[in-house]
């Protein structure tokens, strides 16, 4: 089955760190880019990250940049996000991404970030 | 950054009748690399359109998507029960950031 499936998501205090994977299956992970984008409760959805297919890029939203780190290992088709310094703002159901346009999410990861 | 502004905020319809979605730019989308999607509530969002008209794998040819350079639409000829959630536009020209319009849902009336 061609699934993404997230997870690491949690509650985290303010300033601390979390990581998120999302796993691919049922298609050849090294030829998509890959991609994150969260949904704050009740709000719209907002692009975070971008990850070439072979890591040849990456971009960030000016939001996390400086904070967050992108990565993916071709090998385990998998694709993380290291979040560091999160703020009670990244509070959000995080999800994973397939291609240039995203024609597979996963399901999402919630992340709360609270005192 | 490309700012997009859909409008309506909400549509509110009856099932059966149809629905035009707006989504402007606040610049031309290069290679009308523009794509809609169709959020319902507790579900992760689905791909309708991609490159501002062609249809993504699966999805029923009442959803149509049109448009070049700033102003693109999403048509739903006849609204089915299951249609009632809310659409994003997206643009992903690949200059980041890569951005997402407002929203807009359709309602029961």
């Known amino acids: 089955e061609v699934q993404l499936v997230e997870s690491g998501g949690g509650l985290v205090r303010p300033g601390g760190p979390l990581r998120l994977s999302c796993a691919a299956s049922?298609?050849?992970?090294?030829?998509?880019?890959m991609n994150w984008v969260r949904q704050a409760p009740g709000k719209g959805l907002q692009w975070v990250s971008s990850i070439g297919s072979i890591s040849q890029y990456i971009y960030y939203a000016d939001s996390v940049k400086d904070r967050f780190i992108v990565s993916r290992d071709n090998a385990k088709n998998s694709l993380y996000l290291q979040m560091n310094g999160l703020r009670v703002e990244d509070t959000a159901i995080y999800y994973c991404?397939?291609?240039?346009?995203?024609?597979?999410w996963g399901q999402g990861t919630l992340v709360t970030v609270s005192p | 950054e490309i700012v997009l502004t859909q409008s309506p905020g909400t549509l509110s319809l009856s099932p059966g009748e149809g629905a035009t979605l707006s989504c402007r730019a606040s610049?031309?989308?290069?290679?009308?690399?523009l794509a809609w999607y169709q959020q319902k509530p507790g579900q992760a969002p689905r791909l309708l359109i991609a490159?501002?008209?062609s249809r993504a794998t699966g999805i029923p040819d009442r959803f149509s998507g049109s448009g070049s350079g700033t102003d693109f639409t999403l048509t739903i000829s006849r609204l089915e029960p299951e249609d009632f959630a809310v659409y994003y536009c997206q643009q992903y020209t690949g200059s980041p950031p890569l951005t997402f319009g407002g929203g807009t849902k359709v309602e029961i009336k």
């Open positions: 049922g298609f050849t992970f090294n030829n998509y880019a």
């Open positions: 991404a397939r291609g240039f346009y995203f024609d597979l």
């Open positions: 490159g501002a008209s």
């Open positions: 610049q031309s989308i290069s290679s009308n690399l």
